[in-house]
């Protein structure tokens, strides 16, 4: 006897859509992902593709310096108020302090003279800053002629003072000139050879002119000591 074909079983067919509607929501998840479906940490970074990742999605911090290649970011992407201070720029604004610092020191130094242009200087005992030098507080024991006294004083490695420079320093506290006059370098007077007047300052500044064969005490002014 002839045997037809046999209908399939319900059972059959009942599994049969149910495994068509499961590969069909597969591959309808498969095209409708998010990414807020995928757990953190679970894909590798080596299955992303270049640039599928802004970088407004990353949180700061989220990848290593040493991760980074050279140059792949430009300076236009980098908020500068992140920057700490270069050492160079450090050391920069420490050398503007410290000369800051010393134009300071300096200009206080310059009212006691004890520097010239940042480096010390002083007076050897026995004189005293006045005018910019040293010049010495009392006359030698020993009066001189003019020619000898600038001799004398050139030997220290002076000179005889300016009488006007005299007349101002005898006005110094604690300064006292010699009452016969001291010798000067200016000569307002020339006559002939060897004959010649040289300004003597006296105490109470009085000035007057002498022939420099005459002998008189002195003082000689001395170049700071720096």
Known sequence: MARGSRRPSPALLISLIALFVALGGTVYAAGKISGSAIKVKSLPGNRLRLGSVPGNRLKPGAIAAN????????????????LGQMPSAAHADNADSANDAQTALNSINAVNATTVNGHGAGCLPGTQPFAGACWQSFAGATAATAPNAAIACASQGGELPEALQLAAFSQQP???LDGGGEWSSDIPVFSGINTYGVITVSAGAQIDSVNS????KYRCVIPLLT
């Open 213 to 216: 064969s005459s002998t008189k």
């Open 67 to 82: 991760r980074l290649q050279p140059n792949s970011i430009g300076g236009a992407q980098i908020d500068e108020a992140t």
């Open 174 to 176: 604690g300064i006292s």
